[in-house]
């Protein structure tokens, strides 16, 4: 027995019991019954041992314990609904914590004891029947309090979300520590008073763009939000729609997702003197949550700094129960938020100068005491393009952590249903960056590739250095929304990327599971190669593009493209036009026909 720690097991034969609350331990929706169990099931896998899970006061069972919740009877008052405290010498092990932080701090044992939990179907856990837990005193707390992307592997796996301490994303159920969800998520302007609806009737609602009124069915528009009957119109349907979907943490009001902000008298005069479009926004978000606020105190009402809205006003302030969402839709994801030189990627304040992204965060870090983040990590118009923002992530993540930041939403391809492009590294490296922007990410980035990717590691860090190196060289620029024209992406370097993927696969060929793994991640670069072949070179080959597509379906991929289905993706291919996109009827926003 290790005289130094707390031993699990002897002989398959367990010498400690799991102790929780008893009113934990009879209520199923309880996050510390789900710790207990993702304890018992970890301890037993490491061990082979079977640790009983027993409520604090039963007189069954080893009296040596690993004590979570309230039976710890640690004082976690200081600790939020994510944090936790473990405490471990060799008479006890304790866990406590906020009502996400004791399961959060279970999960932080069990990768302190050498378990990964890279993605929803890769782990890694150790076997050692003779563990014991050395002595341990943390305590962790979240550097952003909203934590979300939307890689499928969150999405889907809530299970796997709580592992890595997501709490804004998807549906994840009480029992997991449930998440901060929102009531209408984004753009909700069009939602709220429909242009369809209000625009006839009432033209003075709507956006005065050129001296006209904008009233457009379908809503290409936004509202006037100077206008006292639109306040009021807002909150009336804000107050129905809470009423009616309970249980929320957080409502959008928010500019629908084009550009088009009013310029009547009133909303120019409030602008002009603000300096941004945000000061109408911003005014008008803070009266509807204002008044809202009696009936609904613990609601936070969300807005946008986006587009036309994104640069900090000069005088108006959130109220207390108000979000700023800063969106980074314009900036390169190639270069850090503070190290970028390309000038067109400002946006137009209203005396025509231009703002860049990093002194907007800047300012509304000075302002704003609730900011989210809403940052871009793929490409969106094409899914699989090699996105070389790898350096560029700790980088970013530190600069929000400095400017203020509380909540960062990454936004992914959820769409696509998996991972091509090492998403599945990239879900991880954020996972560990929202947590804490100065972890050792070199040293997770490293775990995460000799382990998923075994012996062909090297070749693919390799290519991914290559990438990035390239990208730099070639002066590129990249945004989210681009088609795949980069200087990184030219022939020469398709094949150099091929070359290194010649040499992944065959250090794996004896490991089907990680060969399926690299020639998935190669279908980036056959996208990238068939669609500059046929759209630049015109050399047209039905053949090969029905071939990638079925690939691509095999590895149960889906969207290649964020507005369209994959069929209409592959008809525009052979129809030789650069995204399905352009089967959009842009005005009325209508899909081409879903084949499903
Ligand atoms: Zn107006
Ligand atoms: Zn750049």
């Given at each position: 027995m290790?005289?130094?720690?707390?031993?699990?097991?002897?002989?398959?034969t367990?010498l400690?019991?799991?102790?929780?609350?008893?009113?934990?331990l009879?209520n199923p929706?309880?996050?510390?019954?789900t710790?207990a169990?993702?304890?018992?099931?970890y301890l037993?896998?490491?061990?082979?041992?079977?640790i009983?899970?027993?409520?604090?006061?039963?007189?069954?069972?080893p009296a040596?314990?690993?004590s979570l919740?309230a039976?710890?009877?640690?004082?976690?008052?200081s600790?939020?609904e994510?944090?936790?405290?473990i405490?471990?010498?060799s008479?006890?092990?304790?866990?406590g914590?906020?009502?996400?932080?004791?399961?959060?701090?279970v999960?932080?044992?069990?990768e302190?004891?050498?378990?990964r939990f890279?993605?929803?179907?890769?782990?890694?856990?150790p076997?050692?029947?003779g563990?014991?837990?050395?002595?341990?005193?943390?305590?962790?707390?979240p550097?952003?309090?909203?934590?979300?992307?939307n890689?499928?592997?969150i999405?889907?796996y809530?299970r796997f979300?709580a592992k890595?301490?997501?709490?804004?994303?998807?549906?994840?159920?009480?029992?997991?520590?449930?998440?901060?969800?929102?009531?209408?998520?984004?753009?909700?302007?069009?939602?709220l008073?429909p242009a369809r609806v209000?625009?006839k009737?009432?033209?003075?609602?709507?956006?005065?763009?050129?001296?006209?009124?904008?009233?457009?069915d379908?809503?290409?528009t936004?509202?006037c939000?100077s206008?006292?009957d639109?306040?009021a119109?807002?909150?009336?349907k804000?107050r129905?729609?809470l009423?009616?979907?309970?249980g929320?943490?957080?409502?959008?009001?928010?500019?629908?997702?084009?550009?088009g902000?009013?310029?009547?008298?009133n909303c120019?005069?409030i602008?002009?003197?603000?300096?941004?479009?945000?000061?109408t926004l911003?005014r008008f978000v803070?009266a509807?949550?204002?008044a809202?606020?009696?009936e609904?105190p613990?609601i936070?009402?969300?807005t946008?700094?986006?587009t036309?809205?994104?640069?900090a006003?000069?005088?108006?302030?959130?109220?207390k129960?108000?979000?700023?969402?800063?969106?980074?839709i314009e900036?390169c994801?190639?270069?850090?938020?503070?190290?970028c030189?390309?000038e067109?990627?400002?946006?137009m304040?209203?005396?025509?100068?231009?703002?860049?992204?990093?002194?907007?965060?800047?300012?509304w870090g000075?302002i704003?005491?609730?900011?989210?983040?809403?940052?871009?990590?793929?490409?969106?118009a094409?899914?699989?393009?090699?996105?070389?923002?790898?350096?560029?992530?700790?980088?970013?993540?530190q600069l929000?952590?400095?400017?203020?930041v509380?909540g960062?939403f990454e936004?992914?391809?959820?769409?696509s249903?998996?991972g091509?492009?090492?998403?599945?590294?990239?879900?991880?490296?954020?996972?560990?960056?929202?947590?804490?922007?100065?972890?050792?990410?070199?040293?997770?980035?490293?775990?995460?590739?000799?382990?998923?990717?075994g012996p062909?590691?090297e070749?693919?860090?390799?290519?991914?250095?290559?990438l990035?190196?390239?990208?730099g060289?070639?002066?590129?620029?990249v945004?989210?929304?681009?088609n795949?024209?980069?200087?990184f992406?030219?022939e020469?370097?398709l094949d150099?990327?091929?070359?290194?993927?010649d040499?992944?696969a065959?250090?794996?060929?004896?490991?089907?599971?990680?060969?399926?793994?690299?020639?998935?991640?190669r279908l980036?670069i056959?996208w990238v190669?068939?669609?500059?072949k046929?759209?630049?070179?015109?050399?047209?080959d039905a053949e090969?593009?029905?071939r990638?597509?079925?690939?691509?379906?095999?590895?149960g991929?889906?969207?290649?493209?964020e507005?369209?289905?994959?069929?209409?993706?592959?008809?525009a291919?052979?129809?030789?036009?650069?995204?399905?996109?352009?089967?959009?009827d842009?005005w009325?926003?209508?899909?081409?026909?879903?084949?499903?």
């Open positions: 290790d005289q130094n720690g707390f031993t699990l097991a002897e002989n398959r367990a400690v019991s799991i102790r929780i609350p008893a009113e934990d009879s929706a309880s996050p510390v019954l710790a169990k993702e304890l018992r099931y037993g896998r490491i061990t082979a041992a079977s009983p899970v027993l409520a604090a006061d039963d007189p069954e069972g040596k314990a690993i919740g039976a710890s009877g640690l004082d976690v008052s600790c939020s994510d944090g936790f405290i405490e471990a010498d008479d006890s092990v304790k866990i914590g906020g009502k996400r932080g004791v399961l959060y701090g999960y932080d044992l069990l302190r004891l050498g378990c890279f993605t929803p179907l890769c782990e890694k856990v076997t050692d029947p563990l014991s837990i050395p002595p341990i005193r943390a305590k962790e707390e550097v952003f309090e909203f934590r979300r992307h890689y499928a592997d999405e889907q809530p979300a890595r301490r997501f709490n804004g994303a998807g549906r994840i159920p009480e029992r997991l520590g449930g998440n901060l969800t929102y009531a209408m998520h984004v753009h909700t302007f069009d939602q008073v209000y625009g009737d009432h033209p003075e609602y709507f956006a005065e763009v050129n001296g006209k009124r904008v009233t457009t379908g809503g290409r936004q509202l939000l206008n006292p639109v306040l119109l807002v909150i009336e804000t129905e729609f009423r009616s979907h309970p929320h943490r957080l409502m959008s009001i928010s500019q629908n997702d084009w550009g902000n009013c310029t009547c008298e120019k005069r602008d002009e003197e603000e300096g941004s479009s945000s000061g911003l803070n509807v949550a204002e809202l606020e009696p609904f613990d936070v009402f969300d946008l700094a986006y036309y809205s994104r640069p006003p000069k005088y108006v302030r959130n109220r129960n108000v979000c700023v969402r800063l969106c980074s900036c994801f190639c270069h850090p938020f503070d190290a030189d390309d067109s990627r400002g946006v304040r209203p005396d025509g100068t231009r703002s860049n992204f990093i002194t907007d965060l800047r300012e000075k704003c005491d609730r900011m989210y983040i809403w940052d871009y990590t793929t490409c969106f094409h899914y699989p393009t090699p996105h070389p923002n790898w350096r560029i992530l700790a980088r970013n993540a929000m952590a400095e400017n203020n509380k960062v936004q992914a391809n959820g769409a249903r998996g091509v492009d090492f998403n599945e590294l990239r879900a991880y490296l954020v996972s560990k960056l929202l947590w804490d922007p100065y972890c050792d990410i070199e040293t997770h980035r490293r775990e995460f590739m000799e382990y998923f990717y062909a590691a070749a693919l860090d390799e290519y991914l250095n290559l990035c190196d390239t990208c060289e070639r002066g590129d620029h945004g989210f929304n681009d795949p024209l980069h200087g992406l030219e020469d370097m150099r990327y091929n070359a290194l993927f040499r992944a065959e250090a794996v060929k004896g490991d089907p599971v990680r060969l399926a793994r690299v020639e998935k991640n980036s056959r190669a068939l669609k500059r046929t759209m630049l070179r015109g050399e047209y090969e593009i029905n990638f597509f079925g690939d691509w379906k095999a590895f991929l889906s969207r290649i493209d507005w369209c289905n994959v069929e209409t993706t592959h008809r291919l052979l129809e030789g036009k650069w995204r399905g996109v352009e089967y959009f842009h009325t926003g209508e899909a081409p026909e879903d084949l499903g």
